[in-house]
């Protein structure tokens, strides 16, 4: 009976080792912590939509995340980024949402990154075969001396108005905007309003079609246009001069200078910190130009591309730029997962 028991509590022993032993293996031990599924802003214009799918792309098949997308407006986006619901804007243009960009970030719910495109711009402009001419196309110079806002007097017969032949056209944008009401106090404090007309495009393809129309007719056109766009980046365009921006202008709405520039950043929420670093680090590298946006845009305007088709043709054109925002692990991974 004795020798019995002791058989016993021996095999016992044995076999309580061995699953003391087997447990770690059977999935008693910590899991890893998933990944977050990503979900992105994606906003009403293509640029945003855009970049939403070069950085989703990236994400999926360089990083092993999956993503998502929430269509909504500015406002309502910045709602969902604050609370977590959305985890990353590729595009803040921070000077219109000044605000609710402040208290976002003063708040700590949300981080800035950095700069999408450093160089966004908008301003006013004219073809360039208009300064320089065009020998294959047997365009002479028209205004070769025309370089700045100050010199645009000197040439209003060039872009004289059709309704009222006394002036110019300075072909403005769209009624309501606010860049339209400082296009408009720019051409009095310019003292332009004497020599040119101030006409308000209808609607942006009203605004872009009249560029698009004088340039492909070899014609003289005159007027504020925004970067980064499709149309810029089909047609050669070339901005005028203006003194450099000056708060000071802008604060006495006199608005005698260039465009106040403007900051156009990636932003997210903050539990991205934690629960998915590598995406926030290959995001601080994130960076384009509005010229590579331009070129874009046009893309999808020429071959009625999808912004899915977008952001294929922007890995593919540009693996140099890319490249250098992620590891070279990564970014093999991305590349092999390309058409």
């Keep these: 009976m004795y020798?019995?028991?002791?058989?016993?509590?021996?095999?016992?022993?044995?076999?309580?080792?061995?699953?003391?032993?087997?447990?770690?293996?059977?999935?008693?031990?910590?899991?890893?912590?998933?990944?977050?599924?990503?979900?992105?802003?994606?906003?009403?214009?293509?640029?945003?939509?855009?970049?939403?799918?070069?950085?989703?792309?990236?994400?999926?098949?360089?990083?092993?995340?999956?993503?998502?997308?929430?269509?909504?407006?500015?406002?309502?986006?910045?709602?969902?980024?604050?609370?977590?619901?959305?985890?990353?804007?590729?595009?803040?243009?921070?000077?219109?949402?000044?605000k609710v960009y402040d208290e976002a970030i003063g708040s700590g719910d949300c981080v800035d990154l950095g700069s999408n495109f450093p160089d966004s711009w908008q301003g006013w402009l004219?073809?360039?075969?208009?300064?320089?001419?065009?020998?294959e196309r047997g365009i002479e110079p028209m205004a070769p001396d025309l370089k700045s806002v100050f010199d645009l007097p000197e040439y209003w017969e060039l872009f004289k108005?059709?309704?009222?032949?006394?002036?110019?056209?300075?072909?403005n944008s769209i009624p309501?905007?606010?860049?339209?009401a400082i296009n408009s106090q720019k051409l009095k404090t310019y003292g332009l309003d004497e020599y040119y007309t101030d006409f308000l495009a209808g609607s942006d393809a009203a605004l872009s079609g009249s560029m698009?129309?004088?340039?492909?007719?070899?014609?003289?056109?005159?007027?504020?246009?925004?970067?980064?766009?499709?149309?810029?980046?089909?047609?050669?365009?070339?901005?005028?001069?203006?003194?450099?921006?000056?708060?000071?202008?802008?604060?006495?709405e006199t608005y005698g200078c260039a465009f106040c520039p403007t900051q156009v950043n990636i932003i997210v929420n903050a539990s991205l910190l934690d629960?998915?670093?590598?995406?926030?680090?290959?995001?601080?590298?994130?960076e384009t130009t509005a010229a590579q946006n331009n070129k874009v845009l046009a893309y999808m305007q020429a071959n009625e591309a999808s912004?899915?088709?977008?952001?294929?043709?922007?890995?593919?054109?540009?693996?140099?730029?890319?490249?250098?925002?992620?590891?070279s692990d990564v970014a093999d991974k991305v590349k092999a997962a390309l058409p």
């Design 161 to 171: 108005d059709p309704e009222d032949p006394t002036k110019g056209r300075f072909i």
């Design 176 to 180: 309501g905007w606010l860049c339209t």
């Design 275 to 286: 629960s998915a670093p590598d995406i926030v680090e290959f995001l601080r590298n994130y």
């Design 3 to 98: 020798i019995k028991q002791k058989l016993g509590i021996k095999i016992f022993m044995v076999t309580l080792g061995l699953l003391l032993i087997l447990i770690p293996f059977t999935g008693c031990a910590p899991k890893a912590a998933e990944k977050p599924t990503l979900i992105f802003h994606d906003l009403s214009w293509d640029s945003a939509q855009v970049h939403n799918r070069i950085a989703a792309f990236i994400a999926e098949h360089g990083y092993g995340y999956e993503t998502d997308f929430i269509a909504s407006e500015t406002a309502a986006g910045w709602v969902g980024l604050r609370s977590g619901d959305i985890n990353i804007n590729m595009e803040s243009w921070t000077e219109n949402i000044q």
């Design 307 to 327: 912004t899915d088709e977008a952001a294929i043709w922007f890995l593919q054109e540009y693996e140099s730029l890319w490249t250098k925002w992620v590891p």
């Design 126 to 135: 004219v073809p360039t075969f208009v300064i320089k001419g065009d020998a």
């Design 212 to 252: 698009v129309a004088a340039c492909e007719k070899g014609e003289p056109w005159l007027g504020y246009y925004w970067s980064p766009t499709w149309v810029l980046g089909k047609l050669d365009m070339t901005p005028l001069e203006e003194p450099p921006f000056d708060q000071a202008e802008y604060d006495a």
